[in-house]
T-cell receptor
Framework: DGGITQSPKYLFRKEGQNVTLSCEQNLNHDAMYWYRQDPGQGLRLIYYSQIVNDFQKGDIAEGYSVSREKKESFPLTVTSAQKNPTAFYLC?????????????FGPGTRLTVT | QKEVEQNSGPLSVPEGAIASLNCTYSDRGSQSFFWYRQYSGKSPELIMFIYSNGDKEDGRFTAQLNKASQYVSLLIRDSQPSDSATYLCAVNMDAGGTSYGKLTFGQGTILTVHP
């Protein structure tokens, strides 16, 4: 059963703590992405990766970090430097080759920092 | 700044009507166009993609692309209350293949189908 999993679904943290959000895919997709969505807003790209051990900053990378040690996994760390971390975080993957650029999303992690 | 623009709505249509959702994009070199549906509190779900000028139909959904006018639309025929959601337009603005499949998303249009 192929798909993208994100865990946990809900996450609560105290201000000043780093937190890592998990994203795993078994679709054999090359590219993976992290987005942030705030209430009533569109999707904003945080980081993306095409291949293992390589990733690029998106539009709002400050206060976030990622790693891509395996093709299947692309964890996101929200650091204490992120000023407004409370948001809905979405991970996506894509074949990103030929003309196959559609992205498939995981169920998301809702992070609340107080 | 490469942009994708959508009317935020909300767009309200009666059950059984045709809902028409519109999207314009700024980069003339864009190649791939996608429509996602997002229910409240859920993640976006891909419902249509289109690469060539013209219409593409899938069940009750039709995507229309006009590259000359930089315009893509989604028509939903026989709208149902279950179609009530936010619809996101997304565009791959990289003809050269260097963007790792990045998509630029519009802000989304809220659709409400009332019985």
């Amino acid at each position: 059963d192929g798909g993208i999993t994100q865990s946990p679904k809900y996450l609560f943290r105290k201000e000043g703590q780093n937190v890592t959000l998990s994203c795993e895919q078994n679709l054999n997709h090359d590219a993976m992405y992290w987005y942030r969505q705030d209430p009533g807003q569109g999707l904003r790209l945080i980081y993306y990766s095409q291949i293992v051990n390589d990733f690029q900053k998106g539009d709002i990378a400050e206060g976030y970090s990622v790693s891509r040690e395996k093709k299947e996994s692309f964890p996101l760390t929200v650091t204490s430097a992120q000023k407004n971390p409370t948001a809905f975080y979405l991970c996506a993957s894509s074949p990103a080759r030929g003309n196959r650029y559609e992205q498939y999303f995981g169920p998301g992690t809702r992070l609340t920092v107080t | 700044q490469k942009e994708v623009e959508q009317n935020s709505g909300p767009l309200s249509v009666p059950e059984g009507a045709i809902a028409s959702l519109n999207c314009t994009y700024s980069d003339r070199g864009s190649q791939s166009f996608f429509w996602y549906r997002q229910y409240s509190g859920k993640s976006p779900e891909l419902i249509m993609f289109i690469y060539s000028n013209g219409d593409k139909e899938d069940g009750r959904f039709t995507a229309q692309l006009n590259k000359a006018s930089q315009y893509v639309s989604l028509l939903i025929r026989d709208s149902q209350p279950s179609d009530s959601a936010t619809y996101l337009c997304a565009v791959n603005m990289d003809a050269g293949g260097t963007s790792y499949g990045k998509l630029t998303f519009g802000q989304g249009t809220i659709l409400t189908v009332h019985p």
